[in-house]
């Protein structure tokens, strides 16, 4: 497991490209037949990757939960949100099958000792992206397939940022205890996601960036309002955000990204706004 810890906005001020992705990118996500996981620190958000091609793959497959959570198994006091991201898949949470096409969601409500993850086809195999957070109640275990989100176009063609935010583990879909994600996917020749730009004083948010296009790139906008940074990202790839930074991003061409949040408020519009004449 990948440990990031935290960083205050005062030392990152200074930090070079390099330090700046290797504290807040995640450049790999899926391997096959493995569980790939990046803990960060930041509201001890967990992003755990899994790619079954020739087998079934359990959650905590290379992970040692003792030392990692300090628990005798991945979602004792954790709650998981999952996407599916490749061909058909499913996945087993203590002996129920949920079947998941592309852009179909489950979330794993704490509790649940046992989660395994199918591809139907190793020829085309599911991807499941998940975010992880810590959890101090029993919600309940839901399946929300693409039609299931709650969809909120936004933006225009004329500023380049038409999309559609799909909102499926949130608060007005359903009860979880802290976790909070949706899929943002950008209209064909719109390349803005989240302008004005935002704060989240009281919750950090991670960004996961895919059907980006081969030989194209999203630049990854972050740091303090007055004072920003950028990281590129290629497809397949995550950003961490804390709290204290913005989160916005402008490709090269449109592309397709999944939010996930926690901290202490889970209302959607709980952001602190940045006036576009006020970047720096």
């Keep these: 497991m990948d440990i990031r810890y935290s960083a205050n906005q005062k030392d990152f001020k200074r930090y070079t490209t390099e330090e700046t992705r290797a504290e807040f990118l995640i450049e790999k996500v899926f391997a096959d037949d493995e569980i790939v996981a990046t803990y960060s620190h930041v509201d001890r958000m967990v992003v755990f990757g899994c790619k079954p091609v020739n087998e079934a793959v359990p959650l905590d497959k ?7 959570f300090g628990t005798n198994y991945v979602l004792e006091r954790r709650e998981l949100g999952i996407f599916n991201l490749g061909g058909e898949g499913s996945v087993e949470v203590d002996g129920e099958t949920y079947n998941l096409a592309f852009k179909d969601c489950l979330y794993v ?6 989660v395994v993850f199918t591809s ?4 085309n195999p599911a991807k499941f992206y ?9 919600c309940k275990t839901t399946f929300l397939s693409i039609a299931d989100a709650q969809k909120k176009p936004v ?3 004329s500023t380049a940022n038409k999309r559609v935010i799909n909102q499926f583990i949130h608060p007005d879909v359903l ?22 730009a935002h704060t989240h004083e009281r919750r950090s948010e991670i960004y996961y960036y895919f059907n980006i296009a081969e030989n194209q790139a999203v630049f990854h906008m972050m740091g303090e309002g007055e004072e920003t940074r950028h990281i590129l990202v290629q497809n397949d790839q995550a950003v961490i955000s804390p709290s204290w930074s913005i989160h916005a991003g402008c490709g ?6 999944i939010w996930a949040m926690c901290g202490e408020n889970l209302t959607f519009d709980d952001m602190d706004h940045i006036a576009i004449s006020d970047l720096r």
């Design 252 to 257: 090269t061409a449109n592309y397709t990204f």
């Design 130 to 138: 998940m975010i992880s957070a810590p959890a101090h109640k029993v």
């Design 175 to 196: 009860e979880t205890c802290q976790l909070s994600m949706g899929l943002t996917e950008l209209d064909p020749g719109n390349v803005w996601n989240t302008m004005p």
């Design 155 to 157: 933006g225009d063609n």
């Design 120 to 123: 139907k086809d190793k020829a």
């Design 109 to 114: 409500t704490k509790g649940h000792k046992s």
């Design 62 to 68: 290379g992970i040692d939960c003792m030392k990692n």
